[in-house]
């Protein structure tokens, strides 16, 4: 039975998590459902070419990552070289996907460092004829999806596979593989990813949208001509006229039908393929599986944490650079110009965080609320809801929401701005606090209850201090998915709200490298001090608790 404080929680989430959901959904399919908005979309030239674009980027970034992640996952689990990769996924996540679009997008450019390193070897005294960003065929685009996706699905297989119940039915599993003579590769592909590959569903799902509807990347490394389809329809929405929004709503709407064939082709393609995995694993044939060497896994997890160094030690060397000359591998002058403007931008620096760090506690007190006030077996019935912002195109969403805003008069406004992050963000804190909550052993609070304690009491003096850290690290992943949303910002604060990834994007799509390589690394500091805060505040709570 649900007491008042339960209810008033569970009301109080219906109110500014689900509402809003439910309502910006059919707002866009409005403006989109008009048939001048459709037949203006597909006189578009561009169109079936700008929609080719979108889905092989998607796709192949998808497929690509996924393939990684379990090929490393097959090779390194168990071993030490996993845990070293544990420590580097947070900083990894932590860097933004704009600002190592930035810092990429110069190594590879013609007159950027890699062309820069080898003009010696070929004599280059002018920049190589080479398409690298904006390449008509999206090939950099697909790059940067790939080493920024694979990060978030390694992360998310080693959060499945740190679930209690998880860890303890894999090590069983791996235990008698080894007695019946398999190998590590044969073990997880014949075994152990028949079961766990489906319940990484919803993080390919989202990987999968986020890849076909991504916009920031689009403007910093994809295609310009024709665009990817996201483009032409964020363009048509943030235009002024109602003609182009409805048109742009109609090309998100394109965009939600397409994900949704995808995803309905590629649940059918795993059912099929599924069976044939579950025959050949259970056929009793002992065909050698081969799996990639751990050493050549751990080597290239470490190739790719290098690059992420190396984007990072690019974005200082451009931030600072003054006249630099092709094929100089060093500035020929050094400037802080780009940083004096940054300083003159400290209320932007100061906004981000503000509104990122509201975001984070608002859907961190929101998700806190629900595991306290609901039962533990309505997470189910509730999860298809609560990751519904990260599957669902984001145009499509944000569309709904600028009319709601509108309707609400909170378009431009702070607190308008604020509760759309807050809908970003709350999925991810959720997924990044439930397992800690629902595994939290009861027998604490039995036990404080029987002496006495009250409820607050327990929680304050028991439970917060045991889930001190996982509370700070999903306040930290709150923060940081804050500080990186563009689209939200642009959309429901209508241009008067500028944060410091609307103006590392616009600067880097307007070409003034030194200025949004100063933004850039504003965009990848903040996360990353938000993730040193809450692992320093984690082992402090945890000292005190030992103490």
């Not at 998607?58 to 990769?85: D, K, V």
């Not at 900083?91 to 460092?113: D, E, K, N, Q």
């Not at 100089?328 to 932007?348: H, I, K, N």
Request: positive net charge.
């Amino acid at each position: 039975m649900l007491t008042a404080p339960r209810a008033a929680a569970l009301a109080a989430i219906g109110l500014l998590f689900v509402l809003p959901l439910l309502a910006a959904l059919p707002l866009a399919v409005v403006q989109g459902a008009s048939a001048a908005a459709w037949a203006s979309l597909f006189d578009d030239p561009h169109v079936s070419q700008s929609l080719a674009l979108s889905v092989r980027s998607a796709l192949a970034s998808t497929l690509l990552s996924l393939g990684l992640a379990l090929a490393l996952t097959t090779a390194l689990h168990g071993s030490p070289a996993w845990l070293r990769l544990q420590s580097w996924l947070s900083p990894m996540l932590a860097l933004p996907h704009a600002a190592f679009a930035i810092g990429l997008a110069w190594l590879v450019a013609p007159s950027g460092g890699l062309a820069r390193l080898l003009a010696p070897l070929f004599g280059w005294a002018f920049p190589p004829d080479w398409t690298t960003v904006n390449d008509p065929g999206a090939l950099l685009l697909t790059g940067v999806l790939v080493a920024k996706e694979l990060p978030f699905l390694m992360w998310s297989v080693m959060a499945l596979l740190a679930r209690p119940e998880v860890a303890i039915q894999l090590q069983r599993q791996i235990a008698v593989g080894r007695t019946l003579g398999y190998g590590r590769a044969a073990l997880w592909w014949r075994v152990l990813w028949p079961q766990w590959l489906p319940r990484l569903a919803w993080p390919l799902l989202a990987v999968l949208a986020y890849g076909l509807t991504v916009v920031d990347l689009a403007l910093i490394v994809g295609p310009a001509s024709p665009p990817t389809l996201s483009m032409l329809a964020y363009a048509d929405l943030m235009a002024g006229d109602p003609a182009r929004n409805a048109r742009g709503s109609a090309a998100a709407l394109l965009l939600a039908a397409v994900l949704a064939a995808l995803v309905i082709a590629l649940w059918m393609a795993a059912v099929l393929f599924g069976r044939g995995w579950r025959r050949l694993a259970v056929s009793g044939r002992r065909r050698p599986v081969r799996g990639g060497s751990p050493s050549l896994a751990g080597r290239f997890f470490t190739a790719l944490a290098g690059l992420y160094v190396l984007v990072v030690c690019i974005l200082l060397a451009l931030s600072v650079a003054g006249v630099w000359t092709f094929p100089a591998a060093w500035p020929q002058a050094l400037t802080m110009d780009a940083w004096r403007q940054v300083a003159q931008s400290a209320g932007t620096l100061a906004g981000t965080a503000a509104l990122a760090a509201a975001a984070a506690l608002l859907a961190l007190g929101l998700v806190v609320g629900w595991f306290e006030a609901a039962p533990p077996r309505w997470d189910r019935s509730a999860t298809p809801l609560v990751l519904a912002p990260l599957v669902l195109p984001p145009l499509l969403l944000m569309a709904g929401l600028y009319q709601a805003a509108l309707a609400l008069r909170l378009d431009g406004q702070w607190a308008g701005l604020l509760w759309v992050h807050v809908l970003v963000v709350l999925p991810y804190v959720f997924i990044a606090l439930q397992p800690a909550w629902r595994s939290f052993d009861r027998r604490y609070e039995q036990a404080a209850r029987a002496l006495g304690r009250s409820r607050p009491a327990f929680w304050w003096q028991v439970k917060w201090p045991l889930l001190a850290a996982p509370l700070a690290a999903a306040a930290a992943v709150g923060f940081a998915v804050s500080v990186a949303q563009y689209l939200a910002t642009q959309f429901i604060g209508a241009g008067r709200h500028a944060t410091v990834t609307t103006e590392a994007v616009t600067l880097a799509a307007g070409g003034q490298r030194t200025q949004a390589a100063a933004f850039a690394l504003l965009q990848a500091a903040l996360p990353l001090l938000a993730f040193g805060a809450a692992a320093w505040l984690g082992r402090r709570r945890l000292a005190v608790v030992r103490a």
